[in-house]
């Protein structure tokens, strides 16, 4: 599998909303994303910049989503 590229804050929000997410709410400088129809939640720093690759990865886990998915995505 080839390796993720650094990933904004901004991409990740693009990436949620193209998968059925909305915007629920912000908290300080998180943003909270819903899935009404998984009923799955992903939240994402949003200071607009690259996030850790570690950081990606777990908030995709978190939405159900794989590497691949994002991957996918960004071609």
Do not use: C
Not at 11 to 29: E, M, P, Y
Not at 48 to 60: F, M, N, Q, S, W
Not at 61 to 73: H, W, Y
């Amino acid at each position: 599998m080839s390796k993720l590229p650094s990933i904004s804050s901004g991409i990740l929000v693009k990436f949620f909303q193209a998968n059925g997410f909305i915007i629920d709410h912000q908290t300080g400088s998180y943003l909270v994303m819903y899935q009404p129809y998984l009923k799955k939640r992903a939240v994402i720093p949003h200071p607009r910049k690259d996030l850790p690759i570690g950081t990606v990865l777990a908030i995709l886990k978190e939405a159900g989503f794989s590497k691949k998915d994002l991957l996918e995505f960004l071609k």
